[in-house]
């Protein structure tokens, strides 16, 4: 069965950083492309960062220069290290399995991320 | 940048059919997929590939794209399908994948 569950969320003051992971179990990782996805509350999904199987990686436009994604695959992890972060970054950030063009077929429970002073 | 825009809400009696519209420029030429959200829970994909059933979606769930609308066809709703439901594509103009703002089902 697959499983993702991501971590280190937390509240942060506005551009502070954190570093969020994705530990994935179930299918073989390093096959798969993985997506970083957040949900600011009360607001729909809103993607943020790709990264395929081949280390090809996009970015949201309001993310790029200040988030990073990786992903180790013999950790079966996925990263997403954010800096300079901003009071509208607060959400929930989800892992999930799959993308560009194919869908999102498994999902994390997600980990809030809050900015704040 | 590409947008999708859908509907806040609709509404429904039990037994009829729900439609959800998702409207882009020539989304049509596009791979939709459909995902239902309910409080407290990840999305989840409905429809994907426009009208392809992931297993165990139920068949009362449909999918179709064409033009410059896609839509979602939920047909004998029932109480467990009130959530929110997003369109999603990719678009490969700009390499991001975009989600639609979002329609907030509910069941009378």
């Known amino acids: 069965e697959v499983h993702l569950v991501e971590s280190g969320g937390g509240l942060v003051q506005p551009g502070g950083s954190l570093r969020l992971s994705c530990a994935a179990s179930?299918?073989?990782?390093?096959?798969?492309?993985m997506n970083w996805v957040r949900q600011a509350p009360g607001k729909g999904p809103e993607w943020v960062s790709f990264?395929?199987?081949?280390?090809?990686?996009y970015y949201a436009d309001s993310v790029k220069g200040r988030f990073t994604i990786s992903r180790d695959n013999a950790r079966t992890s996925l990263y997403l290290q954010m800096d300079s972060l901003r009071a509208d970054d607060t959400a929930v950030y989800y892992c999930?399995?799959?993308?560009?063009?194919?869908?999102?077929?498994?999902w994390g429970q997600g980990t809030l991320v809050t900015v704040s002073s | 940048s590409y947008v999708l825009t859908q509907p806040p809400s609709v509404s429904v009696a039990p037994g009829k059919t729900a439609t959800i519209t998702c409207g882009g420029n020539?989304?049509?030429?596009?791979?939709v997929h459909w995902y239902q959200q309910k409080p407290g829970q990840a999305p989840a994909v409905v429809i994907y590939?426009?009208?392809d059933r992931p297993s165990g979606i139920p068949e009362r769930f449909s999918g179709s794209n064409s033009g410059n609308t896609a839509t979602l066809t939920i047909s004998r709703v029932e109480a467990g399908d009130e959530a929110d439901y997003y369109c999603?594509?990719?678009?490969?103009?700009?390499?991001?994948?975009?989600f639609g703002g979002g329609t907030k089902l509910t069941v009378l």
């Open positions: 999930a399995r799959g993308g560009p063009e194919p869908p999102f077929d498994y």
């Open positions: 179930g299918f073989t990782f390093g096959a798969y492309s």
């Open positions: 990264i395929s199987s081949g280390f090809t990686i």
């Open positions: 020539n989304i049509g030429r596009k791979s």
């Open positions: 590939y426009n009208n």
């Open positions: 999603q594509v990719w678009d490969n103009s700009s390499d991001h994948v975009i």
